[in-house]
């Protein structure tokens, strides 16, 4: 087998993968959310505080495209936003109520993920897992 092939399988499997857990997690969460909107709450989760301008450069869209979603997420009150002190017009993203529930719920999720890794796979094979798609992420942020 080629080098191009294996690369090729892996960038599928990664896709696969990638798409069924978020299947997974939609399921299992059951909330009503786009695309955009999961993967918004997820920046949110992880980096909180961010500003609109941080979170539209972390997800590499518009300004006017993550301002539509945070609307749209503040209304069903999933996230609030907060202004900053000092500057009147900034503010932060915050988790909302239903956002909160959203985290507890991902959580949940994601550790019963855990547990069916550890279940299937041994430490061993999880760490190598883990430092190959360390590895792979740098290569693929050097594109």
């Known amino acids: 087998m080629k080098n191009e092939n294996i690369a090729e399988e892996i960038n599928q499997t990664l896709e696969e993968l990638w798409i069924l857990i978020e299947k997974k997690e939609r399921t299992y969460t059951n909330f009503n959310l786009n695309n955009q909107q999961y993967a918004l ?15 539209a450069e972390k997800m590499n869209i518009t300004k006017s495209a993550i ?7 503040e209304m069903e009150g999933y996230i609030l936003r907060k202004q900053h002190a ?36 041994s430490r061993a ?10 590895k792979l992420t740098k290569v693929i942020d050097e594109l």
């Open 41 to 55: 709450l997820t920046l949110i989760i992880r980096y909180p505080s961010s500003t609109p301008s941080e979170l």
């Open 67 to 73: 301002s539509q979603q945070l609307v749209k997420l």
């Open 86 to 121: 000092e500057d009147k017009r900034a503010f932060s993203v915050e988790l909302g109520e239903k956002g909160l529930c959203y985290k507890k719920e991902a959580d949940a999720y994601t550790q019963q993920l855990s547990e069916k890794y550890y279940a299937s796979l």
């Open 125 to 134: 094979e999880l760490t190598n897992f883990l430092s190959a798609l360390q």
